[in-house]
């Protein structure tokens, strides 16, 4: 079981900065990758930037040069730092942690609960 709590989203204007956290606890030596995801309005769930033990990161093309994920491993968190927002940004971010279930086995995925970021002038 891992627990993960989000903190740092809100109202922003077209252009500004935010910066999400994500801090996880409980089982946290089997993570093997956290991410950020999003979901717009009547939109469905999407990735937005992911980052494995290895070093891999992936980010969507809408968010590319724009936002950067980067991980504290020590202290099991993940942030987002999101510039330049713009209408489209507009989402519920939810945090996820890939968690590692041996050779046999699937990885299993664990989530948020969300952070509302708005995006308005």
């Known amino acids: 079981q891992v627990r993960l709590v989000e903190s740092g989203g809100g109202l922003v204007r077209p252009g500004g900065s935010l910066t999400l956290s994500c801090e996880a606890s409980?089982?946290?030596?089997?993570?093997?990758?956290m991410a950020w995801y999003r979901q717009g309005p009547g939109e469905e769930r999407e990735l937005v930037a992911r980052k494995h033990n290895s070093g891999r990161t992936t980010y969507a093309d809408s968010v590319e040069d724009r936002f950067t994920i980067s991980r504290e491993t020590s202290k099991n968190t993940v942030a987002l730092q999101m510039n330049h927002l713009k209408f489209e940004d507009t989402a519920v971010y939810y945090c996820?942690?890939?968690?590692?279930?041996?050779?046999?086995?699937?990885?299993?995925?664990?989530w948020g609960r969300g952070t509302q970021v708005t995006v308005a002038s």
């Open positions: 996820n942690a890939e968690l590692w279930n041996g050779p046999l086995s699937e990885n299993s995925d664990y």
């Open positions: 409980g089982n946290t030596d089997r993570i093997v990758a």
